[in-house]
T-cell receptor, first 114, second 114 residues
């Protein structure tokens, strides 16, 4: 089954404790991205990757890091989480880098930073 | 600035009645438009897209959307609503200023009552 898998689904952590949210896709997609979803704001892009070792900032990259060492994996790293990073996070992948194909989304990671 | 507006936070309809979820957009360049649906505790699922061609686009689960260039709108419609259609709906447009990035509206919660 074609899917994007994120882990963990739920995470409660304390301010400053480094964490990683994993994302993996099995569709051989070139393009992957991370979004955060906040009430009333829709989804906003954090980082994206067009291919292995090619990543760039989205609209809200502050406080986040990513890496793309393999085509299928695109982890999101919070080096020093803060309460304003409490949010619902989604990883997504798409076949095309031209923006004309649909994105496949993971099930989301609900992060709470206390 | 490129943007997407979903003017209604919530839409309520009775089962069996037609439904419309509104979306307007502002984008420089050709509009690539998408609708996604989010069920509780799930990731976003693709419903339909407009890239080019016929203004009436048909998608999953009986949904369709009409692209109207003069009104810069892309409203989502369904002739007969089901209770199972109750979910959060997002309109999105490709951001030509960002590589393959989607700009999402804030979302519209659809409630279909029996």
């Amino acid at each position: 089954e074609a899917q994007v898998t994120q882990n963990p689904r739920y995470l409660i952590t304390v301010t400053g404790k480094k964490l990683t949210v994993t994302c993996s896709q099995n569709m051989n997609h070139e393009y992957m991205s991370w979004y955060r979803q906040d009430p009333g704001l829709g989804l906003r892009q954090i980082y994206y990757s067009m291919n292995v070792e090619v990543t760039d900032k989205g609209d809200v990259p502050e406080g986040y890091k990513v890496s793309r060492k393999e085509k299928r994996n695109f982890p999101l790293i919070l080096e020093s989480p803060s309460p304003n990073q409490t949010s619902l996070y989604f990883c997504a992948s798409s076949l095309s880098t031209q923006g004309d194909t649909e994105a496949f989304f993971g099930q989301g990671t609900r992060l709470t930073v206390v | 600035a490129q943007s997407v507006a979903q003017p209604e936070d919530q839409v309520k309809v009775a089962e069996g009645n037609p439904l419309t979820v509104k979306c307007t957009y502002s984008v420089s360049g050709n509009p690539y438009l998408f609708w996604y649906v989010q069920y509780p505790n799930r990731g976003l699922q693709f419903l339909l897209k407009y890239i080019t061609g016929d203004n009436l686009v048909k998608g999953s689960y009986g949904f369709e959307a009409e692209f109207n260039k003069s009104q810069t709108s892309f409203h989502l419609k369904k002739p007969s609503a089901l209770v199972s259609d109750s979910a959060l709906y997002f309109c999105a447009v490709r951001d030509w200023g960002g590589y393959n990035k989607l700009i999402f509206g804030a979302g519209t919660r659809l409630a279909v009552h029996p």
